[in-house]
């Protein structure tokens, strides 16, 4: 709960970019045809939409009180 939604990002962002390489290593070495790279790009993508949003949109303030 006291993380920082901008730490939040950076590490997100970390693990999109690791993933990413990753990817690209696989279409290297022939794992990923080069016709399908950019549908796994998009999945990918996908699940780091966070990351398309500005940090700002990403926490909510509760209401107080019980």
Do not use: C, F, Q
């Not at 080069?34 to 999945?43: E, G, R, T």
């Not at 940090?55 to 909510?60: H, I, L, N, Q, S």
């Amino acid at each position: 709960d006291g993380t920082p939604p901008s730490r939040v990002r950076e590490h997100l962002n970390d693990l999109y970019r690791y993933e990413i390489r990753g990817l690209r290593a696989r279409l290297l070495r022939g794992e990923v045809a080069k016709a399908d790279y950019i549908d796994h790009v998009l999945m990918l993508r996908g699940k780091y939409l966070l990351l398309s949003m500005p940090v700002g949109e990403w926490a909510v303030e509760l209401p107080s009180g019980g």
